[in-house]
């Protein structure tokens, strides 16, 4: 497994993309609002998660290695 490195807003970008597709696809599954509301609700999360995810992919796989461990390899 490769490590990244990234800053924390950048983590939180990530995480909430994630958190945003997953709350969508939960309340697409429900049934504890009405089904118009349930919809809407479901499908605007769904899709922002959804439209985020590559920025947020392009994000991690651009990210490089912690400077401490660049370090580290250069003085063992």
Same mark, same amino acid.
């Given at each position: 497994?490769?490590?990244? !490195?990234?800053?924390? *807003?950048?983590? !939180?970008? %990530? ?6 597709? $997953?709350? $969508?696809? =939960?309340? !697409? =599954? ?10 809407? =609700?479901?499908?605007?999360? =769904?899709?922002? $998660?959804?439209?985020?995810?590559? *920025?947020?992919? /392009?994000? %991690? %796989?651009?990210? $490089?290695?912690? *400077?401490?461990? /660049?370090?580290?390899?250069? !003085?063992?």
């Amino acid at each position: 497994m490769k490590e990244r !490195l990234l800053t924390t *807003p950048q983590l !939180l970008f %990530v995480v909430g993309t994630r958190a945003a597709l $997953g709350a $969508g696809v =939960a309340l !697409l =599954a429900s049934s504890s609002l009405t089904d118009r509301a349930r919809r809407r =609700a479901g499908l605007t999360l =769904a899709l922002a $998660g959804i439209a985020t995810t590559i *920025p947020a992919a /392009k994000l %991690v %796989v651009e990210s $490089g290695k912690s *400077p401490f461990k /660049k370090m580290l390899r250069k !003085l063992w």
